[in-house]
């Protein structure tokens, strides 16, 4: 979000992973007798999932199967590396597999035709910046909180973004891997309705680019804590946070049933990515290892994009992304929603005005109706 990148700061050595994980998960050699997954078997995607319909009918039986057998996110043990790497992993899995994954994006499809009573919905985020609560909020508005029966349906689609790295430090260090462990057993339990998508500050953790907020390098504190929980086991924790981080979409495309595009992506390439090269191929085909790479990389310069706000500009990146409406993060909105013409809205999940969209998908939203559906997260449960 609002951070500026410093120099490449010294992190942790991570695992060597691969882009295309399975069932196959690549991994370091355990270290003090430490299986691989604890006592999880390894992650296999649901039989089940193949079968879902991007959002309707059929998906929400197939969607709670989930990958893997996770427990309750809520209720995971986040001190023990067992359960940690194995959400992370079953979360990567997720990301790859689920039926709604279309290369490097997530694909939400709304048939022509469609009864408004039978298409799905979507609650739109914006950064939240390791905040649990709001991060609660917004799953009780996508329906994925369990009842009082301790069961979920989940009801919405359901974007996430920009999760760690925030101000609420531990004797200066980063607790914030806890939230994108629930938010990587969210996508395991939910794999067709949680879309998980690749952000700044997730990027900058992975690649070791230093990132600064208020005077903290938010990569080493987020770094320290993982060593002062895991202690020697960091390292393998770290590598379950990088496979995670890249498996993630870039965006996820919602196309309604008159072909109209919604796109909700943490940011758009700017104009001096435009100006170096970027490359627009980027959403329709699988990220590959380069695309991360720091400032001459696609996803990077997208999910670090800024400068867009000129109304022709925008209009022809919307364009060129192939979307009719954009729901953005990585800007400040002050009171959580903000329009930027013709054809954005950035949301802020993170402070305490934070807002999310609650959006009907029977026709493509305007910018006014986004800005009416956004609802405040900051209320406590």
């Known amino acids: 979000m609002r951070a500026q990148a410093v120099g490449p700061v010294l992190v942790h050595e991570l695992a060597r992973t691969?882009?295309?994980?399975?069932?196959?998960?690549?991994?370091?050699?355990?270290?003090?007798?430490?299986?691989?997954?604890?006592?999880?078997?390894?992650?296999?995607?649901?039989?089940?999932?193949a079968t879902m319909d991007?959002?309707?009918?059929?998906?929400?039986?197939?969607?709670?199967?989930?990958?893997?057998?996770?427990?309750?996110?809520?209720?995971?043990?986040l001190?023990?590396?067992?359960?940690?790497?194995?959400?992370?992993?079953?979360?990567?899995?997720?990301?790859?597999?689920?039926?709604?994954?279309?290369?490097?994006?997530?694909?939400?499809?709304?048939?022509?035709?469609?009864?408004?009573?039978?298409?799905?919905s979507l609650v739109a985020t914006g950064d939240l910046h390791d905040n649990p609560m709001h991060l609660r909020r917004v799953c009780e508005?996508?329906?994925?909180?369990?009842?009082?029966?301790?069961?979920?349906a989940a009801l919405a689609h359901l974007t996430?973004?920009?999760?760690?790295?925030?101000?609420?430090?531990?004797?200066?260090?980063?607790?914030?891997?806890?939230?994108?462990?629930?938010?990587?057993?969210?996508?395991?339990?939910?794999?067709?309705?949680v879309h998980l998508l690749l952000a700044n500050h997730e990027l900058a953790q992975i690649v070791g680019a230093g990132v600064m907020k208020n005077g903290v390098n938010c990569v080493r504190a987020f770094n320290e804590g993982l060593a002062y929980v895991f202690g020697e086991l960091a390292e393998e924790v770290s590598g379950g946070i990088a496979r995670l981080i890249r498996s993630m979409p870039l965006a996820l495309r919602v196309t309604l049933g008159d072909d109209r595009t919604l796109l909700c992506a943490h940011s758009i390439p700017g104009p001096s990515a435009v100006d170096d090269g970027f490359d627009w191929t980027v959403l329709s085909r699988p990220l590959t290892e380069s695309d991360l790479t720091p400032r001459i990389g696609a996803a990077h310069m997208m999910?670090?994009?800024?400068?867009?706000?000129?109304?022709?500009f925008l209009s022809e990146v919307a364009r060129r992304l192939g979307a009719d409406v954009l729901i953005l993060g990585h800007e400040l909105a002050e009171d959580g929603v903000?329009?930027?013409?013709?054809?954005?809205?950035?949301?802020?999940?993170?402070?305490p005005r934070g807002r999310a969209a609650v959006l009907g998908l029977a026709q493509l939203p305007t910018l006014t109706q986004i800005v009416g559906a956004s609802v405040r997260v900051g209320s406590t449960l």
């Open 338 to 351: 903000r329009v930027i013409e013709p054809c954005a809205v950035v949301l802020n999940s993170d402070h």
């Open 54 to 77: 991007h959002g309707h009918g059929s998906q929400i039986e197939a969607d709670t199967a989930g990958f893997g057998s996770m427990p309750d996110p809520w209720s995971l043990d």
């Open 18 to 49: 691969l882009i295309a994980i399975g069932p196959d998960l690549r991994a370091a050699r355990p270290r003090h007798g430490l299986p691989r997954h604890g006592r999880h078997a390894p992650v296999q995607p649901s039989g089940n999932d």
């Open 303 to 312: 999910v670090w994009g800024r400068g867009y706000q000129e109304p022709a």
């Open 79 to 120: 001190s023990s590396p067992d359960a940690v790497i194995a959400a992370l992993d079953a979360g990567a899995t997720a990301n790859l597999q689920a039926a709604c994954r279309e290369g490097s994006i997530d694909h939400v499809l709304v048939p022509r035709g469609s009864a408004p009573a039978s298409t799905p």
């Open 160 to 193: 996430l973004h920009e999760l760690i790295h925030g101000e609420r430090l531990m004797n200066g260090m980063d607790m914030s891997y806890r939230v994108l462990v629930r938010a990587a057993a969210l996508k395991a339990r939910f794999p067709g309705h």
């Open 141 to 152: 508005l996508a329906g994925l909180l369990p009842d009082e029966h301790g069961s979920t």
